[in-house]
């Protein structure tokens, strides 16, 4: 990549024409227009999200920043009860960046674009000095289309509700932990990188009452948790033996002395469900789906885990990044 | 996770907790003290606090690394990591640790090359590949991590690596535990002793205790299990009128300690005539500084450093928790101007601090216990 694959002129047409149109290549970005005009379906209502995707390493087992930039963004919309329809997408690129791996790259959002259901519509790409960024920052902003009967929010929650998470978590922070190298662990780990939309409409067809849907990511399910009960003002219980995690991931945590529930996932729905629909949605998640946990009137906005031994324990919100300890 | 799940059995943890339970039950109000900030860590994490019986309460004592650094032995860190051309290289859990006007993380967003490394050996595996910079690394830690230190530097001195230098603030477990049996009114009842620096000095060196003390000393692991197991331990040594040095960790800890580790730290390091210890005051010869022959690696001898002593924050009580005297919830800025977000002492930084452990896993029992 040079300065001038930005600078709006031949060269930047040529990597659009030599990158983007080819791998992305659909009906609205085809036109070259400024914009791409889209049919919203009579009785649906439009959702909207944004999210920036920075990751080191950029390739990691189990996917890429490509993979990331569309499952991110779309698993934003889907647990939002929304049907992912169309996403854009901003890169800003570091000079010196390789156009191979920038289109390898791109070949990973294309083919995360496709099984995940959505087009890219639109785009844009910026180049910077180098220095000036860590090889490639993507922005992704997603369009879904929402049924006007989907009722999701904290203020649907109930005392009595069940928490069901979708599989094991710890997945994808654990992954990259290791893919970088610098903790010279290895482990079979990949990341749980994928669109959850297939899970999260299964969910709401099986419990159309569900009453609380998110993709824990950064933060990981504490994280998610937390922001439920602080919105809701409820308390949330989870039981230590029922969460599931893979032995990996739960071996990496405790030799690094970290907690898997505040460690990213990136293909993983926790759900708020009926107390008597709760086997219902576990099924309709899959056979790595978990019931953990309970909403309860107290303690008011907090999670509080059940241990393996029978104790109890808040689980708050992390003041920063999960810091391993000294011994 | 084998090794590990055997040691948070629901089953094994109801058998010893109603062994504790019968061994408590004729006996006066027990104060026991956890030397260890990995055990504080463990107790609350599992939330074996509030399983035991009213009268057995466990007091979270100054073997926390990150909780006794002094203020100005983290400026010290942040002048030398703040001097042109410097990696400095440190554990996880200093980087949020405050100084007196700031911390290495804010050091570092101002443009210091602060980094953190899982082990010294990273930090030498750096200067090796910077040989135009200095590399630094911020040694901490007792018994446990002081080997680690030892074997890089004679890695460093066999492979003439001539940009590498230690900020030793290396302690020694021993000492706090004398100084806090010698302050007035302690009322402790027993310890349950480090597991990891004993994998290193082994079991004799807490003769003392028992000896000079006559309090019960039990060398405890840090899964629920064996923690249960060493209070039903010292239960019954005090139950029996008995007060002897045992071993629960003997899976890991040999009664003669790692003569490997120790004569590598036999070879490095020697005693400085004192050392400050957040909230306990200076202390007679325990840490750990570089010897003569490893000097061209001291960073204190390489840098400028402020060397100022900074009083503890008047309204910090970090050393009353630390000595066991309070608990951290009776600190009056607990909670309040002090938490994990703003810390005000060091027991609220490392999730090892007794304030810390207790404020983000345990403070629910807040609501049961009389404050």
Request: proline letters at 7%.
């Amino acid at each position: 990549m040079t300065l001038a694959h930005g600078a709006g002129g031949q060269s930047s047409a040529a990597l659009f024409d030599a990158v983007f149109a080819p791998a992305f290549a659909n009906a609205w970005l085809d036109r070259h227009e400024d914009g791409a005009v889209l049919d919203v379906p009579a009785g649906y209502r439009l959702v909207v999200s944004t999210d920036s995707f920075v990751v080191k390493p950029r390739r990691f087992p189990g996917g890429s920043i490509g993979h990331l930039a569309v499952h991110g963004t779309v698993n934003d919309l889907a647990v939002m009860g929304a049907q992912p329809r169309w996403l854009t997408a901003a890169f800003v690129l570091e000079e010196g960046l390789a156009i191979d791996e920038l289109s390898a790259i791109v070949a990973d959002m294309a083919e995360a674009a496709t099984s995940a259901g959505v087009s890219i519509v639109a785009g844009d790409t910026k180049v910077v000095e180098r220095g000036a960024a860590d090889g490639m920052y993507i922005t992704t902003t997603g369009i879904g289309v929402r049924s006007l009967d989907v009722h999701l929010g904290a203020d649907q929650v109930q005392p009595g509700d069940r928490v069901v998470v979708s599989g094991p978590i710890g997945d994808h922070g654990v992954a990259i932990l290791m893919a970088r190298g610098d903790l010279q662990l290895t482990g079979d780990i990949r990341s749980d990188s994928a669109s959850v939309y297939p899970q999260a409409a299964a969910l709401l067809a099986a419990v159309p009452d569900t009453r609380w849907l998110r993709d824990p990511t950064r933060g990981g399910l504490a994280s998610a948790l937390n922001e439920l009960v602080r919105e809701c003002g409820l308390g949330v219980w989870l039981d230590e033996p029922t969460l599931p995690v893979n032995p990996v991931v739960a071996g990496a945590c405790e030799l690094l002395g970290l907690d898997p529930l505040y460690i990213a996932n990136e293909g993983k729905l926790v759900a708020i469900v009926p107390h008597d629909q709760a086997e219902a949605a576990r099924a309709a998640l899959g056979p790595a789906a978990r019931v953990v946990g309970e909403v309860a009137p107290e303690p008011e906005g907090m999670v509080v885990l059940r241990t393996t031994i029978g104790g109890t324990r808040i689980v708050d919100l992390l003041v920063g990044d999960p810091l391993p300890r000294i011994c | 996770m084998r090794f590990v799940d055997e040691f948070r059995d629901p089953a094994a943890a109801r058998i010893l907790l109603e062994r504790v339970a019968e061994l408590a039950a004729g006996q006066p109000h027990r104060r026991l003290m956890e030397v260890c900030g990995g055990h504080t860590h463990a107790i609350y994490r599992h939330g074996l606090e509030q399983l035991l019986p009213e009268n057995v309460e466990l007091i979270h004592g100054p073997g926390c690394p990150v909780c006794v650094i002094p203020m100005g032995r983290v400026d010290d860190a942040i002048a030398v990591a703040e001097t042109p051309g410097v990696i400095f290289t440190t554990f996880g859990d200093m980087l949020r640790v405050p100084g007196s006007a700031s911390t290495l993380l804010e050091a570092k967003a101002k443009g210091a090359d602060v980094r953190m490394v899982y082990s010294p050996l990273d930090a030498l595996d750096l200067a090796q590949r910077n040989p135009e910079r200095e590399v630094v690394f911020f040694a901490v830690g007792f018994e446990t991590t002081a080997p680690s230190t030892a074997l890089t530097l004679q890695h460093a001195k066999r492979h003439h690596v001539t940009n590498f230098s230690v900020f030793s603030n290396h302690v020694t477990i021993v000492p706090p535990i004398k100084a806090i049996l010698d302050s007035p009114g302690h009322r402790l009842d027993g310890f349950l002793g480090p597991g990891h620096v004993s994998t290193v000095i082994g079991t004799r060196p807490y003769r003392f205790v028992p000896e000079r003390y006559g309090l019960p000393f039990v060398v405890a692991g840090f899964e629920p299990v064996d923690i249960l197991q060493s209070i039903v331990m010292l239960l019954a040594q005090l139950a029996e009128g008995r007060h002897e040095v045992e071993n629960q960790y003997r899976r890991v800890v040999p009664d003669d300690g790692n003569r490997v580790a120790l004569t590598a730290l036999e070879d490095v390091f020697e005693l400085r005539p004192h050392f400050e210890w957040r909230g306990l005051g200076f202390i007679a010869q325990s840490a750990l500084r570089l010897r003569d022959t490893y000097r061209s690696f001291d960073a204190e001898d390489r840098f400028t450093v402020p060397g100022i002593r900074v009083a503890d924050p008047k309204a910090c009580q970090c050393g009353e928790v630390l000595k066991g005297a309070i608990r951290p919830w009776e600190c009056k800025v607990f909670g309040t101007a002090c938490t994990p977000q703003t810390p005000i002492g060091t027991c609220m930084v490392s999730s090892e601090g007794a304030c810390a452990a207790f404020y983000n896993y345990g403070r629910l029992q807040l609501t049961a216990k009389p404050r």
